[in-house]
């Protein structure tokens, strides 16, 4: 059967550069019936889970974020790249294939033992929600899940984060 959710997400081939074949969800967001359906599948999988707050990491995390926060009746926090932020941060630098990318939390948007669920619209390596996760426990939250609309399975980046629940709506493998 096919995924209807897959089968919105458009790719774009050679984007950003030669040989990639990126994996635009605008067309899901796009699509009022897409959209909820991606939102209400999300909500499904953790609609047992009590969950404190969502943290969204930039930028069309933010999209999906905000909608499983409203539904779950949890805080939203953003996961913003280095600067972005107008208060007080705690950040985390990551490796990348080569150098390096920092990702910053307000201090105060977590609080000591709250229940968090981070999402991105995209898992490819993993890095960048790896270092949203050490960052949340950084801040005294516990990482209850992680959540995407899409995840590429062969760059293997739910290795980096397997010690949580991960839940993606759509695979695209081998291209």
Not at 2 to 11: A, F, S, W
Not at 25 to 40: Q, V
Not at 100 to 122: F, T
Request: with cysteine; glycine share 10%.
């Amino acid at each position: 059967m096919d995924n209807p959710v897959k089968q919105l997400i458009r790719t774009i081939p050679d984007f950003p550069k030669p040989g990639i074949q990126f994996r635009d969800i605008s067309t899901l967001l796009a699509d009022p019936w897409g959209f909820k359906r991606a939102i209400d599948e999300f909500i499904q999988h953790y609609r047992y889970s009590p969950i404190d707050k969502v943290v969204a990491i930039e930028s069309r995390g933010f999209v999906i974020g905000g909608a499983i926060a409203h539904h779950l009746n949890a805080g939203f926090v953003m996961a913003r790249k280095r600067g972005k932020l107008p208060g007080e941060v705690r950040r985390i630098e990551y490796e990348l294939e080569y150098g390096y990318d920092a990702i910053e939390i307000h201090v105060d948007a977590i609080e000591q033992g709250e229940r968090v669920l981070v999402v991105d619209d995209l898992l490819a390596t993993g890095g960048t929600c790896d270092a949203a996760c050490r960052l949340v426990e950084e801040l005294g939250g516990n990482v209850i899940g992680c959540a995407f609309i899409v995840s590429l399975p062969d760059l293997k980046g739910w290795e980096r984060i397997k010690r949580y629940d991960c839940y993606w709506l759509a695979e695209f493998e081998g291209d």
